[in-house]
């Protein structure tokens, strides 16, 4: 998978690939998702400003991007901003970091925060490649 373009002086601290599946939450919507070779691709990308967790479909035929930037470095008012991130190290699906975000674009699909679980096998190095703030 192609790594995202990082801003000018923004270094990446980690790449965890391979995440086993996603389930996302926020207001009324439930989304889950795993990950199935050569048709479906999730990476977390872990930089010392965000987060960004990238989707690739059909060995990057398409891509989608999830950003969530640290609550001190500068972005968008209406970007997502983490909040905090718990790690579990066990669940159904294995180790799992959960990711917790605020929306400055709420709407009516859409609540002001999101609950993101991330199920990877390298969960705990995610979790210590993250600002010691947001560990809870």
Avoid: C
């Amino acid at each position: 998978m192609d790594h995202p373009t990082l801003e000018s002086g923004e270094g990446l601290r980690l790449h965890a690939p391979a995440i086993k599946g996603a389930v996302a939450r926020t207001g009324p919507t439930f989304r889950a998702s795993i990950s199935i070779p050569v048709i479906q691709d999730l990476d977390l990308f872990i930089t010392d400003r965000r987060i960004i967790v990238r989707a690739e479909l059909f060995l990057g035929l398409f891509e989608a991007d999830y950003v969530a930037w640290f609550p001190e470095t500068a972005h968008p008012p209406e970007a997502d901003s983490l909040t905090a991130a718990y790690l579990t190290p066990d669940g159904p699906m294995g180790p799992h970091l959960t990711l917790v975000a605020r929306t400055g674009r709420p709407s009516l699909l859409r609540g002001p925060e999101l609950k993101l679980a991330l199920y990877l096998p390298n969960a705990a190095a995610a979790a210590n490649a993250l600002p010691p703030d947001l560990l809870k």
